[in-house]
C-alpha cells in the first residue's frame, strides 16, 4: 500500500515555464488537497478536490490548476512559474479525519 | 473564517524534560484539532488529535489538551527523546469536513 506518491520529488524550473506536480493515493479517498509549505507560514491550501470531476480554489489558488479526472490522481499544474512559486509542494489524501501526505516536491523557480 | 496561531515557533528542550506547544483558534464551530509531526524530507503525520467533547487525550508519552471556553489547545510531550525533534503543526476544523486550518508549525530541537 503505497498512501500518497508525489513526482518528482525535486524540480528546478526557469522563469515562465510550466510544469505538472503529479500525485496518487491508493487509498480511494475522495478528498485531496494541494498545499505550499513556506519557512514560517506553516501550509497554505492550493486547491482542493472534493471527488472526481470536483475541484475548488484554497487560500493561495493563483498561478496553479487542477483537475481530477479520476479518484486516484490529482495533478497540480503551473502554467507560468515565477520566483514566488519557489516552495516544498504537498500533496494529501484525508478520510474525513486524517490527512495522509505525500513525500514533497521541492520546486526552485530561478 | 477560521484562523489558528501556534507558539513558539522554535522550542529547544534537553533530552528528557517535557515540551508544550500550544495553538489558539478563532472559530467557536471548530471541533476537531489534530497534531501532525513533520521529520526532515518528509510529510506530516498525524500524531494525535482531540475533538471538542473531550478536554485531554493522551497516547504514551504525548497529550492533547483543549480548553473550548478560552479557544486553545496544546500538545505536551515528556521525557522527550532525540527522535521527537522535528516540526509540529496545529490545525483546526469541523470534524469531517475537511477542511483543516493549520498553525505555522514549531521547530522542536532536542538537546543532547
Known amino acids: 500500500n503505497a498512501g500518497v506518491t508525489q513526482t518528482p520529488k525535486f524540480q528546478v524550473l526557469k522563469t515562465g515555464q510550466s510544469m505538472t506536480l503529479q500525485c496518487a493515493q491508493d487509498?480511494?479517498?475522495?478528498?485531496m488537497s494541494w498545499y505550499r509549505q513556506d519557512p514560517g507560514m506553516g501550509l497554505r491550501l492550493i486547491h482542493y478536490s472534493v471527488g472526481a470531476g470536483i475541484t475548488d480554489q484554497g487560500e493561495v489558488p493563483n498561478g496553479y490548476n487542477v483537475s481530477r479526472s479520476t479518484t486516484e490522481d490529482f495533478p497540480l499544474r503551473l502554467l507560468s512559474a515565477a520566483p514566488s512559486q519557489t516552495s516544498v509542494y504537498f500533496c494529501?489524501?484525508?478520510?474525513?479525519?486524517?490527512?495522509?501526505f505525500g513525500q514533497g516536491t521541492r520546486l526552485t523557480v530561478v | 473564517g477560521e484562523n489558528v496561531e501556534q507558539h513558539p515557533s522554535t522550542l529547544s528542550v534537553q533530552e528528557g524534560d517535557s515540551a508544550v506547544i500550544k495553538c489558539t483558534y478563532s472559530?467557536?464551530?471548530?471541533?476537531?484539532f489534530p497534531w501532525y509531526k513533520q521529520e526532515l524530507g518528509k510529510g506530516p503525520q498525524l500524531i494525535i488529535d482531540?475533538?471538542?467533547n473531550v478536554g485531554e487525550k493522551k497516547d504514551q508519552r504525548i497529550a492533547v489538551t483543549l480548553n473550548k471556553t478560552a479557544k486553545h489547545f496544546s500538545l505536551h510531550i515528556t521525557e522527550t527523546q532525540p527522535e521527537d525533534s522535528a516540526v509540529y503543526f496545529c490545525a483546526a476544523s469541523i470534524y469531517e469536513n475537511y477542511q483543516l486550518i493549520w498553525g505555522a508549525g514549531t521547530k522542536l530541537i532536542i538537546k543532547p
Open positions: 487509498m480511494n479517498h475522495e478528498y
Open positions: 482531540i475533538r471538542s
Open positions: 472559530d467557536s464551530a471548530s471541533n476537531y
Open positions: 494529501a489524501s484525508i478520510d474525513g479525519v486524517e490527512a495522509f
